[in-house]
């Protein structure tokens, strides 16, 4: 039998290896792979002496995979014909849990769900998740709801390597999806608020008027107080997108977001009292060391802020966390930060094991994890500085900054997969965290609470007086970087789930190198999957002398990426939203551009018409990837997208230009775009009919005929040139509109496949049966962005036929989406 060392310097005690491989068993049933190499890599470096105890490991592996695997919900099977008829219902149901989104909005969880309840009643199963811009009356759980809306089932957009909403939600068993603006469809709720949501409001509505500064102007005022408001009560409502914005870019939205680092803020406040209780009353830690008073006297503050933050999940999870490291603090244990991280773990997975899957969850534990793991060196430096003497500031803010680091290092591939962007403004968190934490927090914090107490509410005033100037110099600070263009991100690699792993693996090796029996066999066994896991990917990006055509599900839109010979790449439309809060340029195109490929400009950039389901999607990738040359049909979009569109080419100096018929585009490996329409944009009164129709060959060879989304005269105009039009594939004009079914067309194309962009069940009802009709009668092959997600054509060679895979056709159990 081999007696093994462990990795970790004091190891990980046994049952926390047990959580390890529990939850690793969760992660599988969504990320096979990796659940499966996690697993091993713990027997390969945290390893019981026995045997037995790690075939029990492998067991409680197999069993969390299969727990979760047999109690995720599973999705409606039926679709109800009112829903499916894109009707707008009456639907009723109970409001479950209620949260503030920035731009006015209130997202309800709704539960027990009936539509048109007085006539003939339909009940959906599962949960609804409801947004509510500009709600007229409060929500509040409990309330029986009832709404004239449209009701659609929740479906994300499905593109590989790009995450989407559809399984996290399905988790939560949510299942459908609506939207409200104002009172408009809005119909009743049953009862009012009880007294704890009354009282929660009138706290609100005191801190506004604290924080309602006099002499500044009103777009800062109300920037201070939605700050405040989210601070202090998780209430996001008040916050504008641009100043979230450059909040976000300046790698401080954590501050905003009720999170571990609030409520430790708050515990810090139960410590500081007891510091001052026992400066005046040093004989106080003779019944209760100064450890143990901190803690008695911050759970109640811990609580009360759980309070006023609702009792949001990511509160309720920080709240586990400091709790069991309360606890471990409470009985003198050593071991602090990471067997309370473990316990807690433990506890809300157990709770719920879904949770695995949360992002902020995920973020919080890695955090942690990092800075407990290099909490050694720390207490090496700390040693180091007490002997030099060096002052309490100094080693502050040195300190502030190793956690920083550690922290960062720890997140930096979740980072870069899940937000495609790092911040170059880390070091900002060195000031503002310090302010946040002994100032604006606590003053608030107090503010608020002596607000509510007669006669101290002058005290309450002064207190949030003095939180809303500090939030307004930081406010201040923000404008300024922005208007020097100094907030902007940095576009990341978006790395394979290999790459992960072996980044964390390297990070624990340099960390413990010291402690890493290096001549172990199952060490070196380790190193050598590390080494693997880092290569494959790279070489899997060896460009072979191949051509792909990716067709992007951007919902009711298209984009599309040809990949040419020679690492060259172009980029047709991109897609858009009129969802005004929504960036697909920033949630899809730029992580699908970056997927397993480095972060580069695209050498060409082309617009098919100027509809903002076309063009939204290119100005967040040509701001921060740019391109060689952005061309289009010499229409520009209308005023405000103009000028983004205008200054994000200015910005990354593109070259622009104007397309037209005859125009050929010549491309890398005898790769080349015809322009085959229009000869003059200008003389057609729709836009869609000024849509730039490019055909692409390899060899003189047609793949593909991309005709945006040209209508009946745009096609008589193009039949009339008697140009070639023959292409194996089509993307199908406007969508699969009625408006552009000529059979002439389709005729003359001559397609064998054929790929229809749309949204899922969009208001417009493409693709029409006069389309399906044709290509039925012509015995094309479709697919269908809403059914397959992402279409990617592959040609080895201009004769071969095309390689063809859809992101919707890998699934797992239970339908578990593995396209990511």
């Known amino acids: 039998m081999h007696h093994f060392q462990t990795l970790s310097p004091k190891g990980l005690l046994p049952w926390q290896k047990f959580v390890l491989a529990y939850i690793l068993g969760i992660w599988t049933l969504k990320y096979p792979w990796a659940g499966l190499l996690g697993l091993l890599l713990v027997l390969l470096f945290l390893p019981f002496k026995g045997p037995w105890r790690n075939m029990i490991l492998a067991g409680v592996f197999l069993g969390s995979f299969l727990l979760a695997w047999f109690r995720l919900p599973d999705p409606p099977d039926h679709i109800p014909d009112p829903v499916q008829a894109r009707e707008r219902v009456w639907l009723q149901g109970e409001v479950e849990s209620v949260s503030f989104q920035p731009g006015d909005r209130k997202r309800l969880i709704l539960k027990n769900l009936l539509i048109e309840p007085d006539r003939e ?81 009138r706290l609100k509505e005191r801190t506004l008027q604290g924080l309602h500064l006099e002499g500044i102007d009103e777009e800062k005022r109300a920037r201070i107080q939605a700050m405040g408001l989210a601070l202090f009560f998780g209430d996001r409502s008040m916050l504008d997108p641009e100043g979230l914005e450059w909040v976000r870019l300046a790698s401080l939205a954590h501050t905003l977001a009720l999170s571990g680092l609030h409520l430790g803020i708050m515990a810090g406040m139960g410590f500081m009292l007891a510091a001052g209780i026992g400066y005046l009353y040093p004989r106080v830690y003779m019944q209760l060391p100064f450890m143990k008073l901190g803690i008695i006297l911050a759970a109640p503050i811990c609580i009360v802020y759980l309070w006023m933050g609702q009792f949001q999940p990511t509160l309720i999870r920080a709240g586990i966390m400091l709790a069991c490291w309360g606890w471990y603090l409470f009985a003198n244990q050593r071991r602090v930060l990471l067997d309370g991280l473990f316990m807690a773990a433990a506890l809300i997975t157990l709770y719920n094991p879904w949770a695995v899957f949360d992002l902020r969850l995920q973020l919080s534990v890695m955090a942690v994890a990092g800075i407990a793991l290099t909490m050694p060196f720390v207490e090496r430096l700390f040693g180091s500085m007490d002997a030099r003497g060096l002052s309490r500031v100094f080693k502050y803010f040195l300190g502030l900054a190793g956690v920083t680091l550690a922290a960062n290092l720890a997140l930096l591939p979740i980072q870069a997969w899940t937000f495609n962007y790092i911040s170059p403004h880390l070091y900002l968190n060195l000031v503002w965290l310090p302010v946040l934490g002994f100032l604006v927090l606590p003053a608030g914090f107090a503010g608020i609470v002596f607000s509510a107490v007669p006669g101290l509410t002058f005290a309450g005033d002064i207190l949030l007086g003095l939180a809303g100037h500090l939030l307004g110099h930081f406010i201040s600070a923000l404008e300024f970087m922005h208007s020097r263009d100094l907030l902007h991100p940095i576009i990341t690699y978006r790395p394979a789930w290999m790459e992960i792993f072996a980044y964390y693996l390297f990070l624990g090796l340099i960390i413990h190198a010291g402690h890493v029996q290096w001549k172990k066999e199952r060490v070196l066994m380790g190193l050598g999957i590390m080494l693997c896991l880092a290569v494959v990917p790279r070489a899997g990006q060896i460009q072979e002398d191949s051509l792909t055509m990716r067709v992007l599900d951007v919902g009711q839109g298209q984009g599309i990426v040809l990949e040419l010979p020679g690492e060259e790449r172009v980029m047709v439309d991109g897609g858009g939203s009129w969802n005004p809060d929504f960036d697909l340029g920033r949630g899809v195109i730029t992580p699908a551009l970056t997927w397993r490929t480095r972060p580069r400009s695209l050498d060409k950039m082309i617009l098919s018409h100027a509809h903002v389901d076309h063009y939204g999607g290119l100005i967040y990738p040509l701001k921060y990837l740019g391109a060689d040359k952005y061309l289009h049909n010499s229409i520009w979009p209308e005023e405000q997208d103009r000028m983004r569109l205008k200054t994000a080419l200015e910005r990354q100096d593109v070259q622009e230009g104007v397309a037209y018929q005859g125009h050929v585009l010549e491309l890398e490996g005898r790769v080349v775009l015809e322009v085959l329409h229009p000869e003059d944009a200008g003389r057609y009164e729709l836009l869609n009919d000024s849509s730039l129709v490019l055909r692409l060959l390899w060899n003189g060879r047609p793949l593909a005929l991309i005709p945006g989304d040209i209508e009946a005269r745009g096609l008589v105009d193009l039949l009339d040139t008697d140009q070639d039009l023959s292409a194996r594939v089509l993307l199908v004009p406007h969508h699969g509109s009625r408006s552009s079914a000529d059979p002439e067309f389709y005729r003359r194309v001559d397609p064998e496949t054929a790929v229809v962009s749309r949204g899922f069940m969009n208001r417009f009802g493409v693709p029409h049966q006069e389309v399906l009709g044709i290509m039925e009668d012509m015995e094309i092959r479709l697919y269908d962005t809403a059914v397959h997600g992402e279409v990617v054509f592959t040609w080895d060679s201009p004769d071969s036929d095309p390689f063809i895979r859809w992101a919707r056709g890998r699934t797992g159990p239970g339908g578990v989406p593995y396209w990511y």
Not at 147 to 173: D, I
Not at 180 to 201: I, K, L
């Open 121 to 201: 009643p339909v009940k959906l199963p599962g949960r609804m998740v409801f947004t509510w811009k500009d709600p007229p009356v409060e929500a509040v759980p409990g309330q029986k709801f009832q709404a004239h809306v449209n009701v659609r089932p929740v479906q994300g957009m499905a593109n590989f390597g790009v995450w989407n909403s559809e399984f996290f939600w399905r988790t939560q068993g949510v299942f459908w999806r609506s939207f409200a603006q104002g009172e408009h469809f809005w119909h009743q709720v049953d009862r009012e608020p009880g007294g704890s949501h009354v009282m929660r409001t």
